[in-house]
C-alpha cells in the first residue's frame, strides 16, 4: 500500500510536451508520487527525462511495447504519445493491471473509445482521461456556482471556443493537424474538452446533437493575385495578409498583442515593444517582455535563432501560404446538443478569433453566469430577482495549463493512493461519442440520436463517484 515513505508509482509512455508536463508533479511532490518507468522513443528526451527523474537502467525503454512486455513496474501508467498511438498501448496496459492515465482523445474512432472502456470495465482498472479543463479552478468555480444552486436549475448553455486566427493557421492549416486524414477531425481535436465541460456542466448524457459548419477562408481560390507557394518568395501581399509567416515565426507579433491586452509589467512592456519596436532592442530588461521563443516557434524548428527559423520556413511546413496549404478542416463549426435531462446547448468553434479563449454562458431559473477564459479570466453571476451581479473569485493561473495539470495529477495520485477516481471513463466516453457525432452529423448533414451510452454519472463536484 502506498505510503508517504513509499508513493504510488507511475510509468510514463511518450516522453514529449505533455509526459513532461504531468511528471514534473512527482519532482514537486516527490512524497506524493514516483515515476518509476518511462519508455520514448527519441534518445535525447528518454535519457533527459530518466536522469530527471533518477529511473533506474532497467525500466527505461525506447518503445512503449517493451514497457509492457515485463510484469508491471508502476501503480498506473500514462500514455502521452500522439493522438494516433493512445489506443494500444492504453488497452496493453489496462490488461497488465496498470490504472491509466490517458492523453486526449482516448482515441481516433468511436469503436476504439469503446474497446478502451469495455477493456477498462473487464479489467477493473479505471481510466482518467486528462481532460485537464475540469481540474481548473475557472471552470471548478462554475460547477460550483451551479451546485450552490446560484442560477436555480440550469436550462441551457451557450460555450466558444475561440481559436484565434495565427493558432488556426499554424495547428489546423499549416501544422499536424492540417488534414484530416492524417490526423483527427478538428472538433475532436480541439473540443472533446469542451464536450467534456458540457456533460459535466449538464450533469446527462447526450440524446440528440446537430452540426453545421465548414471551410471557410484557407482555400486555393482565396488566395491574393500573385500569391507564391510560400510567405518568404516575396509576396505581394505580405503586408496586408494577417498570416503572413515571418510576423508571427520571427517577430511573434499575435503573442506581443495578446500579451498587450494583459495587466502589468508584461502588458506595459508588449505594448511598448509592439508601438516602438526598433528602440523596444535599446531599453535594458524590456527584452524579458519580448514573445519568448517556446511554442508555437518550437514547434517549426529546433534552431530558434532568426536564421534556423528563416530555413524552417523556407522548407517546411509553416512557411506555405494558408490558402495553398491545401488544408481540409473545418474553420467555423456549430454544434447543439440535447441532453437526457432536458438542457440544451451550444457549442460554437471557429478559428478567426482576433484573440485565444473560450467563452460560456450558463443560464437556469434563478440567475445567469458568464465566463470569459481569456486574458486574466473573467466570471460573474446575476440574479434574476435583485439584478445583482457578483464576480466569482478566478485565483491562480487559472488560464494556463500548469494550474490544471498540477491539480489533474494531485487526483491522479490521490486515485492511486486508494482513493476514488476524479472522472469516470464512461463520461469521457460520452465526450468523444459527442464530437465523432459532430463530425457524422456536419458531413453528412443530419441530426444524431445517441443510445445505448452510459448513464453513469460522476459526483457534480468531479471528485468522485456515485
Ligand atoms: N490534455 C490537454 O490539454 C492536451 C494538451 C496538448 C496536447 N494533448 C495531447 O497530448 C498528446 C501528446 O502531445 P505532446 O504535445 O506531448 O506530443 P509530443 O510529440 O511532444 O510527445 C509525444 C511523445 O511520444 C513519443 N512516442 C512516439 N512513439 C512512441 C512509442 N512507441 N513508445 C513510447 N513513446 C512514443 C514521441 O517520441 C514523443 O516524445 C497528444 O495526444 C495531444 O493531442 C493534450
Same mark, same amino acid.
Given at each position: 500500500?502506498?505510503?508517504?515513505?513509499?508513493?504510488?508509482?507511475?510509468?510514463?509512455?511518450?516522453?514529449?510536451?505533455?509526459?513532461?508536463?504531468?511528471?514534473?508533479?512527482?519532482?514537486?511532490?516527490?512524497?506524493?508520487?514516483?515515476?518509476?518507468?518511462?519508455?520514448?522513443?527519441? +534518445?535525447? /528526451?528518454?535519457? /533527459?527525462?530518466?536522469?530527471?527523474?533518477?529511473?533506474?537502467?532497467?525500466?527505461?525503454?525506447?518503445?512503449?511495447?517493451?514497457?509492457?512486455?515485463?510484469?508491471?513496474?508502476?501503480?498506473?501508467?500514462?500514455?502521452?504519445?500522439?493522438?494516433?498511438?493512445?489506443?494500444?498501448?492504453?488497452?496493453?496496459?489496462?490488461?497488465?493491471?496498470?490504472?491509466?492515465?490517458?492523453?486526449?482523445?482516448?482515441?481516433?474512432?468511436?469503436?476504439?473509445?469503446?474497446?478502451?472502456?469495455?477493456?477498462?470495465?473487464? &479489467?477493473?482498472?479505471?481510466?482518467?482521461?486528462?481532460?485537464?479543463?475540469? @481540474?481548473?479552478?475557472?471552470?471548478?468555480?462554475?460547477? *460550483?456556482?451551479?451546485?450552490?444552486?446560484?442560477?436555480?436549475?440550469?436550462?441551457?448553455?451557450?460555450?466558444?471556443?475561440?481559436?484565434?486566427?495565427?493558432?488556426?493557421? @499554424?495547428?489546423?492549416?499549416?501544422?499536424?493537424?492540417?488534414?484530416?486524414?492524417?490526423?483527427?477531425?478538428?472538433?475532436?481535436?480541439?473540443?472533446?474538452?469542451?464536450?467534456?465541460?458540457?456533460?459535466?456542466?449538464?450533469?446527462?448524457?447526450?440524446?440528440?446533437?446537430?452540426?453545421?459548419?465548414?471551410?471557410?477562408?484557407? *482555400?486555393?481560390?482565396?488566395? +491574393?493575385?500573385?500569391?507564391?507557394?510560400?510567405?518568404?518568395?516575396?509576396?505581394?501581399?505580405?503586408?496586408?495578409?494577417?498570416?503572413?509567416?515571418? /510576423?508571427?515565426?520571427?517577430?511573434?507579433?499575435?503573442?506581443?498583442?495578446?500579451?498587450?491586452?494583459?495587466?502589468?509589467?508584461?502588458?506595459?512592456?508588449?505594448?511598448?515593444?509592439?508601438?516602438?519596436?526598433?528602440?523596444?532592442?535599446?531599453?535594458?530588461?524590456?527584452?524579458?517582455?519580448?514573445?519568448?521563443?517556446?511554442?508555437?516557434?518550437?514547434?517549426?524548428?529546433?534552431?530558434?535563432?532568426?536564421?534556423?527559423?528563416?530555413?524552417?520556413?523556407?522548407?517546411?511546413?509553416?512557411?506555405?501560404?494558408?490558402?495553398?496549404?491545401?488544408?481540409?478542416?473545418?474553420?467555423?463549426?456549430?454544434?447543439?446538443?440535447?441532453?437526457?435531462?432536458?438542457?440544451?446547448?451550444?457549442?460554437?468553434?471557429?478559428?478567426?478569433?482576433?484573440?485565444?479563449?473560450?467563452?460560456?454562458?450558463? $443560464?437556469? &431559473?434563478?440567475? &445567469?453566469?458568464?465566463?470569459?477564459?481569456?486574458?486574466?479570466?473573467?466570471?460573474?453571476?446575476?440574479?434574476?430577482?435583485?439584478?445583482?451581479?457578483?464576480?466569482?473569485?478566478?485565483?491562480?493561473?487559472?488560464?494556463?495549463?500548469?494550474?490544471?495539470?498540477?491539480?489533474?495529477?494531485?487526483?491522479?495520485? /490521490?486515485?492511486?493512493?486508494?482513493?476514488?477516481?476524479?472522472?469516470?471513463?464512461?463520461?469521457?466516453?460520452?465526450? @468523444?461519442?459527442?464530437?465523432?457525432?459532430?463530425?457524422?452529423?456536419?458531413?453528412?448533414?443530419?441530426?444524431?440520436?445517441?443510445?445505448?451510452?452510459?448513464?453513469?454519472?460522476?459526483? &457534480?463536484?468531479?471528485?468522485?463517484? $456515485?
Amino acid at each position: 500500500m502506498p505510503s508517504v515513505s513509499n508513493p504510488p508509482s507511475l510509468a510514463v509512455v511518450g516522453a514529449g510536451d505533455r509526459g513532461n508536463a504531468y511528471a514534473r508533479f512527482a519532482l514537486e511532490h516527490p512524497e506524493r508520487l514516483r515515476i518509476a518507468a518511462v519508455a520514448e522513443p527519441d +534518445p535525447v /528526451r528518454r535519457e /533527459r527525462f530518466a536522469a530527471l527523474h533518477r529511473i533506474p537502467a532497467a525500466a527505461v525503454f525506447a518503445d512503449w511495447r517493451e514497457l509492457l512486455d515485463g510484469p508491471p513496474l508502476a501503480d498506473g501508467l500514462l500514455v502521452a504519445t500522439q493522438d494516433s498511438g493512445h489506443l494500444e498501448p492504453a488497452l496493453a496496459a489496462l490488461g497488465r493491471g496498470y490504472r491509466l492515465l490517458l492523453e486526449k482523445p482516448m482515441a481516433l474512432d468511436e469503436a476504439s473509445c469503446r474497446a478502451i472502456v469495455d477493456e477498462s470495465e473487464r &479489467t477493473g482498472n479505471e481510466v482518467v482521461v486528462c481532460h485537464v479543463l475540469r @481540474h481548473s479552478s475557472f471552470w471548478r468555480a462554475i460547477r *460550483r456556482a451551479l451546485d450552490e444552486g446560484l442560477i436555480g436549475e440550469l436550462v441551457s448553455i451557450e460555450h466558444a471556443e475561440n481559436v484565434s486566427y495565427w493558432h488556426m493557421a @499554424h495547428s489546423y492549416v499549416r501544422g499536424n493537424w492540417g488534414r484530416t486524414g492524417d490526423s483527427s477531425p478538428m472538433i475532436l481535436a480541439k473540443c472533446s474538452h469542451d464536450f467534456d465541460l458540457l456533460r459535466w456542466y449538464s450533469g446527462a448524457p447526450p440524446v440528440t446533437l446537430a452540426s453545421v459548419g465548414g471551410l471557410h477562408e484557407f *482555400r486555393p481560390e482565396k488566395a +491574393p493575385p500573385g500569391a507564391p507557394g510560400r510567405c518568404t518568395d516575396g509576396c505581394p501581399a505580405a503586408a496586408s495578409c494577417p498570416y503572413e509567416a515571418t /510576423r508571427l515565426y520571427l517577430r511573434g507579433e499575435p503573442l506581443l498583442r495578446d500579451a498587450a491586452q494583459g495587466g502589468g509589467a508584461a502588458g506595459f512592456g508588449a505594448r511598448f515593444i509592439l508601438r516602438h519596436p526598433r528602440f523596444a532592442a535599446l531599453v535594458p530588461g524590456l527584452e524579458a517582455y519580448a514573445p519568448s521563443r517556446g511554442w508555437p516557434v518550437s514547434t517549426i524548428t529546433a534552431d530558434l535563432s532568426d536564421a534556423g527559423i528563416l530555413e524552417a520556413l523556407g522548407t517546411g511546413p509553416y512557411g506555405r501560404c494558408v490558402y495553398r496549404a491545401r488544408s481540409d478542416q473545418v474553420d467555423h463549426q456549430q454544434t447543439v446538443v440535447e441532453f437526457a435531462n432536458g438542457v440544451t446547448a451550444s457549442l460554437t468553434m471557429q478559428g478567426h478569433s482576433h484573440r485565444e479563449g473560450r467563452t460560456v454562458r450558463l $443560464d437556469g &431559473t434563478r440567475g &445567469t453566469i458568464r465566463g470569459i477564459f481569456a486574458g486574466r479570466g473573467e466570471l460573474e453571476v446575476i440574479d434574476h430577482r435583485t439584478g445583482r451581479k457578483a464576480r466569482l473569485p478566478v485565483t491562480g493561473d487559472p488560464l494556463g495549463h500548469g494550474e490544471a495539470d498540477r491539480a489533474l495529477m494531485d487526483a491522479f495520485a /490521490r486515485f492511486l493512493s486508494g482513493g476514488a477516481p476524479p472522472t469516470l471513463v464512461s463520461e469521457s466516453l460520452d465526450s @468523444h461519442l459527442m464530437a465523432f457525432a459532430a463530425h457524422r452529423s456536419r458531413t453528412e448533414r443530419q441530426m444524431v440520436r445517441f443510445d445505448g451510452i452510459s448513464r453513469k454519472t460522476s459526483k &457534480t463536484d468531479g471528485s468522485g463517484l $456515485d
